[in-house]
T-cell receptor
Framework: DTGVSQNPRHKITKRGQNVTFRCDPISEHNRLYWYRQTLGQGPEFLTYFQNEAQLEKSRLLSDRFSAERPKGSFSTLEIQRTEQGDSAMYLCASSPNYVVAQYFGPGTRLLVL | AQKVTQAQTEISVVEKEDVTLDCVYETRDTTYYLFWYKQPPSGELVFLIR??????QNEISGRYSWNFQKSTSSFNFTITASQVVDSAVYFCALSASEYGNKLVFGAGTILRVKS
């Protein structure tokens, strides 16, 4: 069984540009989570999906951020009009349900210049 | 108040020393789950252990052991006979319905093991 995969692994963009990240969860995991991690901090929750339904969004997720999970499989996280403060590691995790562990992907490191 | 507190920002030990990483959590729920994750320099978070609030038995897995004490809201992690490969950032995390059943992480403890 392959783990969670994320693409791209690194992204450098200019302020004001839009970026999109992709996450492929472990197959048959119906829960998918997005977290953001800045330097020296633990991951912070952004949003999660159960199948294709987005069930919760953090206040960290401004209106420039949007996430989708069409057909309950892979997920995309889009940031519009990026700002330098968006520079962080974006982590995706999946789990079969909430009581077991979440398994994380390698993350996408975003740098906004 | 912090929901998960890892008071040790950084710990340095010499190989073969034992080291304990502290974690204190806060929740009003009676059912909750505690986790430890390891983040090596490569960046990927690696799951180490999950413990539910009703199971206070200590657990040992190889050189790793965990001490869960509900009375002090602590879930400490000990590495016995540390090795250079143990160098990483270690995160304690909490999942509770009070917090929406997502993972709430501590700030992490950087462990440096020197040869």
């Amino acid at each position: 069984d392959t783990g969670v995969s994320q693409n791209p692994r690194h992204k450098i963009t200019k302020r004001g540009q839009n970026v999109t990240f992709r996450c492929d969860p472990i197959s048959e995991h119906n829960r998918l989570y997005w977290y953001r991690q800045t330097l020296g901090q633990g991951p912070e929750f952004l949003t999660y999906f159960q199948n294709e339904a987005q069930l919760e969004k953090s206040r960290l997720l401004s209106d420039r951020f949007s996430a989708e999970r069409p057909k309950g499989s892979f997920s995309t996280l889009e940031i519009q009009r990026t700002e330098q403060g968006d520079s962080a590691m974006y982590l995706c995790a999946s789990s079969p349900n909430y009581v077991v562990a979440q398994y994380f992907g390698p993350g996408t490191r975003l740098l906004v210049l | 108040a912090q929901k998960v507190t890892q008071a040790q920002t950084e710990i340095s030990v010499v190989e073969k020393e034992d080291v304990t990483l502290d974690c204190v959590y806060e929740t009003r729920d009676t059912t909750y789950y505690l986790f430890w994750y390891k983040q090596p320099p490569s960046g990927e978070l690696v799951f180490l252990i999950r413990r539910n609030s009703f199971d206070e038995q200590n657990e040992i897995s190889g050189r790793y052991s965990w001490n869960f004490q509900k009375s002090t809201s602590s879930f400490n992690f000990t590495i016995t006979a540390s090795q250079v490969v143990d160098s990483a950032v270690y995160f304690c995390a909490l999942s509770a319905s009070e917090y929406g059943n997502k993972l709430v992480f501590g700030a992490g403890t950087i462990l440096r093991v020197k040869s």
